[in-house]
Nanobody, 117 residues
């Protein structure tokens, strides 16, 4: 049984930081590309950042320079460090484990991030 368990969400003021974590079980973690998506109210789910099995990263333009994705294959965990948060970052953040071509294999339950003064 595959599980992706997210943690680290919460409420923060504009300009603040949060670090999300996602720990996977039931998969050979090192073989999967890991990603963070988010979905704001009334909007479609969007890719925030992805890190491949060999460490290549890509980011949404809106988070470049503020967010950093990383992975620890020994701990089966992927992280998303989010700095200089703003209200537009408010969303439910989902962890994803995927294989090409769709990368749409497994999803976490989501964790809420709220940026508000």
């Amino acid at each position: 049984q595959v599980q992706l368990v997210e943690s680290g969400g919460g409420s923060v003021q504009p300009g603040g930081s949060l670090r999300l974590s996602c720990t996977a079980s039931g998969i050979i973690f090192r073989l999967y590309a890991m990603a963070w998506y988010r979905q704001a109210p009334g909007k479609q789910r969007e890719l925030v950042a992805r890190i491949t099995w060999y460490g290549t990263t890509n980011y949404a333009d809106s988070v470049k320079g503020r967010f950093t994705i990383s992975r620890d294959n020994g701990e089966n965990t992927v992280y998303l460090q989010m700095n200089n948060l703003n209200a537009e970052d408010t969303a439910v953040y989902y962890c994803n484990a995927g294989l090409p071509p769709t990368f749409d294999n497994y999803w976490g339950q989501g964790t809420q991030v709220t940026v508000s003064s």
